[in-house]
Structures are given as structure tokens and as C-alpha cells.
């Protein structure tokens, strides 16, 4: 059975950090490709970072570049996402998700993120 299960969401104040981290199953890892999404409230998805199945290659939207770090580690069926300089705007339901040539074909369950002072 495949399975994402993403965690490390919560309320933090903005500029303040949060770490998500996505622990995969059920199928060869290390083969895929690795992307964050997140939909806030009443929005439509947007997609947030992604990692290629090597871990050399990373990409992010404009919205968070310079603020998020996209990583993974292979022996550990892990990506992981690190959050600085928090935004009230970042407030969403974080998912990860598993795929190749942009399609994303396993999805976790999502962690929620709230920047709030």
C-alpha cells in the first residue's frame, strides 16, 4: 500500500520557521520525483517546491524562493521542507506527493501551516 504521510505543520508566528517533512511507502522512492503543494482556505491549489529523485535538482515558486529549502533523503523515504521567514499568506494545508515528468501520482494526507501573530 502506498502511503505519504506528512507532519511538522502547526501555528507559528510570522517570520518564524516550520520544518515538514513527508515519510513515503509502498513504492521505490529514491525513483521519483518529490513536490509540495498547498491550498489555502477557500484558494485553489498552488504548487509550492519540487525535488528531482536524485536530490540535485530543485525547484520553487516565486512565491517562496529564497524562503524554503526543498531536500530529501533517499535511505530515509523522506522530503522534507524547511520554512523561513513566514508569511501570514503561507497559512494552507501543505501536501506532498510523488511522481515523474510533472505527474504527481501518490499524494499524502496534508499537514496544515498557520502563520499567525
Known amino acids: 500500500e502506498v502511503q505519504l504521510v506528512a507532519s511538522g505543520g502547526g501555528l507559528v508566528q510570522p517570520g518564524g520557521s516550520l520544518r515538514l517533512s513527508c515519510v513515503a511507502s509502498?513504492?521505490?522512492?529514491?525513483?521519483?520525483?518529490m513536490t509540495w503543494v498547498r491550498q489555502a482556505p477557500g484558494k485553489g491549489a498552488e504548487w509550492v517546491s519540487a525535488?528531482?529523485?536524485?536530490?540535485?535538482?530543485?525547484f520553487y515558486a516565486d512565491s517562496v524562493k529564497g524562503r524554503f529549502t526543498i531536500a530529501r533523503d533517499n535511505a530515509k523515504n523522506t522530503v522534507f521542507l524547511q520554512m523561513n521567514s513566514l508569511k501570514p499568506e503561507d497559512t494552507a494545508v501543505y501536501y506532498c506527493a510523488a511522481g515523474s515528468n510533472r505527474e504527481w501520482n501518490y499524494w499524502g494526507q496534508g499537514t496544515q501551516v498557520t502563520v499567525s501573530s
Open positions: 509502498g513504492f521505490t522512492f529514491g525513483n521519483y520525483d
Open positions: 525535488i528531482d529523485a536524485s536530490g540535485r535538482n530543485t
